[in-house]
């Protein structure tokens, strides 16, 4: 019969651990269908070689074609006027401990043989634990570059600071200066027509807008909203998602909705810290992205190549303490020394949002005028 210890060290040495941890599928929450991450579309995953370079494709406007004449030679200036940015990735991590309880049901499934079972329970709670953990941090690294320009890390000092500064001109976020819900205004006219117009102006098309379902509803019961004829229809992010990972480019580049007006998106997703439950965007804002050209290929070990379109940038991901390749890693260590026995799981990402279509957002916020 394979003991627990056993069990752990084949999973460690076949590479499973490694193999469920680097599935590039994860970021989008595959492994778990209740948790789509809709930031993972936007700014999805890309493995760099090192952990400090400069990016230098990073878009602040796109510029306009030349004059030219029938033999002349086209000036040389590349697709817009480029920035730069120093890149340096900061570290997340988790820790967990699965107990002594849920040790004896693993022990319970060897001592029938079962070891699929024992092992895939063992993937499941490392998953829970551990995989899970980090994507939460990416997606709210995620959300906070994209609404504020920026995003939170801790130094190597153990001081937080704000990551690079990804901020477009101040028209591109700003408040609404009005009350969403008050049907003496047309929130149509006072927040979607406004940032949109912002896009247009920055050169991009408006994909896609987001905001919580909340703000959705209470657009929706706008008396001036109404009167629109139903002109604002709301679809969730799962929508949204098959609409960005795609086979082909033909479908995803639509503009959904009706007389002008892109579908809104809603995005509830939670997460949970040492103080309570909370939210990867805020009840008060709408988040406008313009389209863009850029198209990830994504890796889906179970189906073949993917493609994410209309991305924002990436969420850089690089190599962690110790080891030779970019990658999240999992590390798994059985304690049956002591009383009681506990399983640890450790996981580590190195990684950071890069934002290069700076000025393809517009956020709205203090939706409510308070």
């Excluded at 600071?161 to 205004?185: E, K, L, M, N």
Aim: proline share 4%; charged share 25%.
């Amino acid at each position: 019969m394979v003991d627990l210890m056993t069990l752990v060290r084949n999973m460690r040495e076949d590479g499973d651990f490694e193999t469920m941890t680097r599935n590039p599928m994860n970021q989008f929450g595959e492994m778990d269908q209740n948790r789509f991450y809709l930031g993972a579309a936007i700014l999805p995953e890309m493995m760099k070689p090192t952990n400090k370079y400069r990016e230098e494709d990073i878009v602040f406007r796109p510029l306009i074609a030349d004059d030219s004449t029938r033999y002349g030679t086209p000036q040389l200036k590349g697709r817009d006027e480029l920035i730069y940015m120093d890149v340096e990735f900061s570290n997340i991590d988790a820790k967990r401990a699965i107990t002594s309880q849920q040790l004896d049901t693993i022990n319970n499934l060897l001592q029938m043989e079962n070891v699929d079972a024992a092992a895939n329970m063992i993937l499941s709670m490392i998953r829970m634990h551990g995989e899970r953990a980090l994507r939460d941090k990416k997606e709210l690294k995620r959300w906070q570059t994209i609404i504020n320009g920026k995003g939170k890390y801790m130094t190597s000092g153990n001081i937080e600071t704000d990551q690079a500064d990804y901020s477009p001109p101040a028209t591109h976020r700003f408040p609404a200066g009005v009350d969403i819900t008050d049907d003496a205004i047309d929130p149509m006219e006072e927040v979607i027509v406004k940032a949109r117009k912002i896009l247009r102006a920055s050169g991009y098309e408006l994909q896609d807008i987001i905001c919580r379902d909340s703000v959705a509803l209470d657009m929706e019961g706008n008396e001036q909203v109404k009167e629109r004829d139903s002109n604002l229809r709301v679809t969730t992010s799962l929508d949204l998602a098959y609409n960005r990972l795609l086979d082909t480019e033909g479908t995803v580049n639509r503009v959904l909705g009706r007389s002008g007006y892109t579908t809104i998106t809603t995005y509830d997703l939670d997460y949970w810290d040492q103080t309570g439950q909370k939210f990867f965007i805020p009840d008060d804002v709408m988040i406008f992205i313009g389209r863009t050209p850029r198209v990830f290929p994504i890796t889906n070990p179970n189906s073949g190549r993917l493609l994410t379109f209309n991305s924002l940038g990436y969420y850089g991901i690089g190599t962690c303490q110790n080891q030779t390749s970019p990658g999240d890693v999992i590390k798994v260590n059985l304690y049956d020394q002591g009383k009681p026995d506990y399983l640890e799981t450790i996981a580590d990402s190195t990684g950071l949002p890069v934002i290069q279509e700076i000025e393809a957002i517009v956020v709205v916020s203090n939706l409510y005028n308070v």
